[in-house]
């Protein structure tokens, strides 16, 4: 049973940068496309980026491109977002999670993923 542990959310102003990491236990992800996704309250979880099992690859919803980086340690089972210019429409619970299917590349629905974190709250401020 794959554990994912997300941690860096806080508090910063519009413009701050943060760096989300995903730690995971029990189980690798080193051959797995792994996903942010984030969700802000009343709203459906939505995709941030995804990353391929190899980490060749690297997938980001429009509002966050140029933006965001995902990168991944697979030594050391980790995943990472790193969130610059950050702005208040970014405020949300941000969620790491791996996806279903070995050695794959892009996946953008939560139905593809089967393992989640608990997610980190990352409030941005004007």
């Known amino acids: 049973q794959v554990q994912l542990v997300e941690s860096g959310g806080g508090l910063v102003q519009a413009g701050d940068s943060l760096r989300l990491s995903c730690a995971a236990s029990g189980g690798t992800i080193s051959s797995y496309a792994m996903g942010w996704f984030r969700q802000a309250p009343g709203k459906e979880r939505e995709y941030v980026a995804v990353?391929?099992?190899?980490?060749?690859?690297?997938y980001y919803v429009n509002s966050v491109s140029g933006r965001f980086t995902i990168s991944r340690d697979n030594a050391k089972n980790t995943v990472y977002l790193q969130m610059n210019s950050l702005k208040p429409e970014d405020t949300a619970v941000y969620f790491c999670?791996?996806?279903?299917?070995?050695?794959?590349?892009?996946?953008?629905?939560?139905?593809?993923?089967?393992?989640w974190g608990q997610g980190t709250q990352v409030t941005v401020s004007l």
């Open positions: 990353i391929s099992w190899s980490g060749s690859l690297t």
């Open positions: 999670a791996r996806s279903r299917y070995n050695r794959g590349t892009y996946y953008n629905a939560p139905s593809d993923y089967d393992y």
